[in-house]
């Protein structure tokens, strides 16, 4: 089941603009990830937050995590046509076992247009 | 170093019948663990090996098995093929599988189920 769940579903943009995506999460976590998935691929890791960490850049690439309302925040600054994808939050969720599994959300389409 | 593998990309299978998808690992990788993704459910956790035991398992049928070999490439496998099966199989490798480790997405096996 799903634990991470991004907004908007999908967005358009023209090149240059920035382009902010926001996950909401339902239970306690140790990190939240990023990832970027092109057209049915497999999924590129873009980005880890940990819990005890409010904001990360990386690149063009800015995070920010709000553990008191559950939800991460990824700013794409400058935004190119190869930003052109599906991305992904995903969250940790401990088992019985006291192992990690990564927990993902629906996904987010981002369209960029040149 | 060479990335996550996964053979076949593609397949096409019949219901009723059986299908082995194969996953080889970044090379000093232990931990593989496997995804599910359809457009309705989205990314689903199956399972995850780590030295050739499983540590983790998701909420799937026993029709979903798998296993890991001695040089950590695994497999999954899935019998009595439903046409819900169709779908994008991700395998992900890690080093150890400890928490904050980021996970190395294969290209996916994309399996159609007729």
């Known amino acids: 089941s799903q634990q991470g769940e991004e907004d908007p579903q999908a967005l358009s943009i023209q090149e240059g603009e920035n382009a902010t995506m926001n996950c909401s999460y339902k239970?306690?976590?140790?990190?939240l990830q990023w990832y970027r998935q092109n057209s049915g691929r497999g999924l590129v890791h873009l980005i880890l937050?940990?819990?005890?960490?409010r904001e990360k850049h990386s690149g063009r690439l800015r995070v920010t995590l709000d553990t008191s309302k559950k939800s991460s925040s990824l700013l794409i600054t400058a935004s190119r046509a190869a930003d052109t994808a599906s991305y992904f939050c995903?969250?940790?969720?401990?088992?019985?076992?006291?192992?990690?599994?990564?927990?993902f959300g629906k996904g987010m389409k981002l369209t960029v247009n040149p | 170093k060479a990335g996550v593998t996964q053979t076949p990309r593609y397949l096409i299978k019949t219901r009723g019948q059986q299908v082995t998808l194969s996953c080889s690992p970044i090379?000093?990788?232990?931990?593989v663990s496997w995804y599910q993704q359809t457009p309705g459910q989205g990314l689903q956790f199956l399972f995850e090996?780590?030295?050739?035991?499983?540590?983790n398992k998701g909420n799937f049928p026993g029709r979903f098995s798998g296993r890991q070999f001695s040089n950590s490439r695994s497999e999954m496998n899935v019998s009595t093929l439903e046409l819900g099966d169709s779908a994008l199989y991700l395998c992900?490798?890690?080093?150890?599988?400890?928490?904050?480790?980021?996970?190395?997405f294969g290209p996916g096996t994309r399996l159609l189920v007729l």
């Open positions: 090996y780590f030295s050739e035991t499983q540590r």
């Open positions: 090379s000093g990788h232990r931990s």
């Open positions: 937050i940990r819990s005890n960490e």
């Open positions: 239970t306690s976590i140790n990190n």
């Open positions: 995903a969250t940790d969720s401990i088992t019985q076992g006291g192992s990690e599994k990564l927990v």
């Open positions: 992900a490798s890690r080093r150890a599988g400890y928490r904050q480790e980021t996970q190395y």
